[in-house]
């Protein structure tokens, strides 16, 4: 859903709005909320994974259920780690790789960088400019807007 490791970490059962199918993130950076959707099988998993602990508030508990503590960031950080040691990717990526990919296949999929920015929780477009990759796709449509425009100039040649 494009969140921020820890506007993740601290959801809380009541963030969740399964009506509305959106979540309520509450003290992103720089203190804001915000709303975004929650899709159909982010809903499932959630609730498959709450099963698993059944914590009254936090979604994403500490392994001491009991206290108020959410999961260790670094834990986090380690497991995806680990993940892609098993899967044998060899690249840098981390949680927040994950977040510059959400925005990028948003463009990709039509997305306005306004309408991004917002779910993003940035507060200046140019932060959210830079979140963005230049896909092999974009690439192509890039090209082809290109050719499109050059291909309807009428260009005269004079020899000098």
Known sequence: M???L???LNLT???IDAHTMQIHVRNGKGGKDR???LPQRSLNALRAYWLTHRHPKLLFPAREIMTNKTMDRGGVQKAMKQVLKDCGINKPISPHS???CFATHLL???LDLRS???LLGHGSLNTTARYTRM???KQKDAALAINQLTDALSITWEAA
């Open 13 to 15: 059962v009541q963030d």
């Open 108 to 110: 990709e999929q039509g």
């Open 2 to 4: 494009g969140l921020r």
């Open 98 to 100: 994950l977040r510059h």
């Open 6 to 8: 820890s506007e993740g």
């Open 35 to 37: 709303l975004v959707p």
């Open 135 to 137: 896909t092999k796709s």
């Open 116 to 118: 991004l920015q917002i």
